[in-house]
């Protein structure tokens, strides 16, 4: 059964052209999306995970497992930080340690939605509310890498004058990923509760669409990713084991909360997921911003030459047959 | 007359506008998408669409006083946030 | 009833995504659509809308209130920016007050087009000529604005010599909107009337794709319309006066035509809003090129910061609303 | 029946944006599909003709017609440009006239899939292997170009040594479009046999979209190849003559083969439009690296402003007019 | 040999080309999507759909024969429309 | 110190970073999509998406002997190819 998933997984569209484009960089294609392209794709990516979130979350309402879901969600990217950056500080400067922790509390959307899809072709369903989840958990961590950065690492600073809590703040809620997720959430609730032939007719363009441009999408994501990885030998082996078991280590924490808290299958799954995966939009940029002292480099490399390709390729399917295992089916 | 040109990243475009602004310079013309290699590593296409974005060549023409404040108001941010920036003569056309 | 359709517009998707888009910019968030992707979609709407015209335009053929209409549209591009231009010219220039003339003379295709899919979530029919009114009503206005100039500042201009008749012609009947708007408009009447199988196909691109591409578009547009809102300090009082006033008191004009055609509901509206509408495409790239010595950011921003939002926002269901009071239901 | 085909043709919406596209050019609007838009839309087209392919191959399966039409595709993209280069090289040098020659042995994938919609509008069927024929065409067409600079013009060669074999090769198999076609080819066949709900998923974006994104593209296509007529004077008589004469005579060297094998009419259409066509983007990438010494005005501007232009409006109705005559339909 | 930087509305960039062309300038280079700020106010990203668009930059490497001619038909559009120009040294690499 | 500015078509763009890499620059700037006319005739923006794409323009900042490493590098490149590079004077901000 297990490989069964992996199989389904490796065989899905979106799977097969991330390879494709690893492929095109290891076999040295020229094959390249222009900027900016893959930039409509996740602006669209976005837009319509926060659409079709909103419109579920209008369905299911708020009661229920909703709140203490979401705030599980944000706890997870206020300690996952605090306990990456004391593995990461026994080997890194307190600068690239914070950078790094806060990359991976905060979450990647495109694993998220992803592990969506692979949900959707397993016929397992999964509730709106995640999408809020997902939307609440890039600004905490961003947050307390710069908070890690102030605590650890004081003194060391000649131009940290420079940086504003009210630009740290805004850098943290109103950068365009989170901004971007969370108003076409609040659009699809209000969307679907005061016009539903709205809803009708967004439908081709946030629903239909999606899956095929999720595809082309990970097309790029495989030669960007696949770029990255010449870079991570100046990350050095610490940093490689790093990337490759913080997300399963992520995975079964989240795992743990989402039995606490009785998710069924496909919700546990994306908690797991958002637990697992780290950012390469939001925090990175912010990070660039609030701890210029930090190499990108590392936190880029990591999370995006490694961690992502880990969790949509092997993580996604792993951390599905365990919760098959752990939880019932509905 | 002076022209100076500024590479660096382009999430700081906004700050470095600002500071030439404030630096009284007559105008600056704004390239963006700018890939290359400089002291703090690689910047490629490949990025442009993750938070680090692609750099940003910004030019300025202006006289040699406002290149004075110029270097006041522009060289801090480079220092801390990395890009370059060089000095050539010109004259109007 | 007006509370309601007011709020039907304001909470359908098009309409919240330019909100979304204000508040982007408002808030100070970082969120931006590169070039080229705004002008992807803007090239879409109007290939879609045309080509949708045009075959609504060879069912419904040509008699009956189409010449009429249409005619109407073109005497209404050459009064109003005459009208316009004797108030304007009493605080401006003439070279000023010619282009801005111009600019409320012609049309904003995407106010149409969110008037369009206003009538479809109302469920208000209206007919594919009213696309063809507004693919005419662009080109009348940039003449009027440049004989304005021409009879109003004859004296006055340097470089006038630079400007030739054919070239003003050409900007006129050729510039990209109106091209690629009367070509799809064609278009669409061709396939209609012989390869009824290419109909077909083009739907899922043409139509089913076109509410979402809007909604994406528009989201754009609010971050543009809000970016120009700072600028309009330096418009003053009375071009903010004007930009407000101008719409409404031309909505009411295109309805007094309409009522006089005998148009029903749907098709009042496109009227009124096609009169009420200001150019930010076609004519400032006209004005620019013959009227250099106007200030483009005035009439630029007065279309686009102001009576582009006003006319989104509020007028469309306003005028809506008189026209349901004037006008029996069909 | 023959005046319907060609009517049948210039009326559908593809080969009619590419007349507006021509259009503006010659009436000199200001129209222009800026950079990178077109590109999105050329990697959007492999993709889905790949993957459309791959899944139909896979219904198909490789036996009966499908290894000897391949192989007999492959012969053709070996046999044109050595044909080609003799003819060519009576007023040509030897550079330019492999140049040439590689150009109209290898493909257009936008001609192959104009003829394909052409088919569908007609409602003949064709199989997924041809995509595969299609794919295979472009590298051996690139190599013969090489092997025939390097046999006629050895000594000639002052920079010569820069080329080596690896690169040439690489170039030949692993550029942008041969490597999309066939990956996407390869991901269409796995998902169509293991993942049958990435099928249904995948359609809106591969299938619903595909002749409305042609049409767009069409357009933009028309804009080039008229911006390339004026190069055209250039090129003199000579080559004018043979881009228009080139397509129909290697058109019934195929309808030959097709004949041969015994092909259906779908795919028989599909080989000699495979044949009649000439490349515009691999092989003139090849070109220009592989032989710089050949003017790419002169590859360019046949293959892009004359055949082109000449398959998709004349030759494909001609070619299917004589496929009807000689082939009866299944 | 001389460098000059040409940068305006990229409206009216065929009629800018077509001046360097007659100016019989050996070559020239185009940028578009430029923006900034100059005497006649700000161009910004933004507008690059509208009807105004971005400004183009361009580049001319020419001798000193050639820049004269430039001046004489390159300034009065730069004059009439607006956009700036300036001249450097350079020479052949 | 020198600026050094080069065009040339961008399907040789890894091929020129590579060589301006062996010469030991401190950096470079790389600006995609550019168009232009040469001694190879005009690359306008239509072909961008055809297999000859557009131009790429590079930037390097360099001490004086670089650039002679450069010269022996890039030169040859462009000679075969296509493209032209031009020098000029420039100092640090
Ligand atoms: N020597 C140089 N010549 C030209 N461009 C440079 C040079 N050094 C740096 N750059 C550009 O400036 C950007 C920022 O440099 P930095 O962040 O300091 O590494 C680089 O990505 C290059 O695009
Ligand atoms: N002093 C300057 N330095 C660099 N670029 C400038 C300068 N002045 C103007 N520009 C550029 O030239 C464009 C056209 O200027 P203008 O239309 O004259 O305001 C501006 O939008 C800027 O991009
Ligand atoms: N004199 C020049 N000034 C500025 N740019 C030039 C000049 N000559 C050539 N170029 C640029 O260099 C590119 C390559 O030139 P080439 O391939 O040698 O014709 C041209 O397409 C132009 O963009
Ligand atoms: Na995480
Ligand atoms: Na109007
Ligand atoms: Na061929």
Redesign the pocket.
């Given at each position: 059964m297990d490989t069964s998933l992996v199989l389904q997984n490796l065989l899905s569209p979106p799977v097969l052209f991330f390879f494709l484009g690893v492929l095109a960089v290891l076999l040295g294609s020229d094959l390249d999306i222009p900027s900016p392209l893959p930039k409509l794709f996740s602006l669209y990516l976005l837009l319509a995970i926060g659409f079709k979130g909103g419109l579920e979350l209008q369905h299911s309402g708020l009661a229920g497992q909703v709140l203490p879901t979401i705030s599980a969600a944000v706890l997870m990217s206020l300690a996952v930080p605090l306990i990456t950056f004391l593995v990461l500080r026994t080997r890194l400067d307190a600068f690239n340690a914070a950078a790094i922790a806060a990359t991976y509390g905060s979450i990647s959307a495109v694993t998220f939605i992803t592990a969506q899809s692979f949900l959707g072709v397993l016929g397992v369903s999964f509730d709106g509310f995640m999408v809020a989840a997902l939307a609440l958990m890039e600004s905490p961590a961003i947050i307390i890498g710069l908070l890690l950065v102030k605590l650890a690492a004081p003194q060391e600073r000649p131009g940290g004058g420079e940086m504003s809590w009210s630009s740290v703040l805004r850098e943290a809620f109103l950068n365009s990923s989170v901004f971007l997720l969370v108003g076409s959430l609040v659009i699809g609730f209000l969307v679907a509760q005061y016009s539903p032939s709205g809803v009708t007719k967004m439908e081709p363009f946030t629903d239909k669409l999606f899956y095929g441009a999720l595809s082309f999408f990970l097309l790029d994501m495989g030669i960007v990713a696949a770029q990255r990885l010449a870079e991570l030998q100046k990350a050095g082996a610490f940093l490689i084991a790093f990337a490759l078991l913080c997300p399963p280590v992520n995975a079964l924490l989240g795992l743990g909360i989402a039995l606490l808290l009785g998710l069924a299958q496909g919700n546990a799954l994306l908690f797991m997921v958002l637990c697992a995966s780290a950012s390469y939009i939001a925090v990175p940029a912010a990070m660039r911003m609030t701890v210029p002292e930090a190499n990108p480099s590392l936190y880029i490399s990591t999370s995006l030459g490694l961690t992502f390709p880990f969790n949509i390729v092997v993580g996604i399917p792993a951390y599905m047959a365990i919760v098959q295992r752990l939880i019932p089916a509905t | 007359m002076k022209r100076v040109d500024l590479?660096?990243?382009e999430r700081e475009l906004d700050k470095i506008c600002t500071a030439i602004d404030k630096a009284g310079a007559p105008g600056y013309s704004v390239m963006r998408h700018?890939?290359?290699?400089?002291?703090?590593?690689?910047?490629s296409e490949g990025m442009d669409f993750s938070g680090l974005g692609a750099?940003a060549?910004v030019i300025v023409f202006c006289g040699a006083d406002v290149l004075a404040k110029l270097r006041s108001s522009v060289r801090p941010i480079?220092k801390y946030?990395?890009?370059?920036a060089?000095v050539a003569e010109a004259e109007s056309f």
């Open positions: - | 590479i660096f990243s700018v890939t290359g290699r400089g002291p703090n590593g690689e910047v750099n060549h480079l946030y990395g890009g370059v060089f």
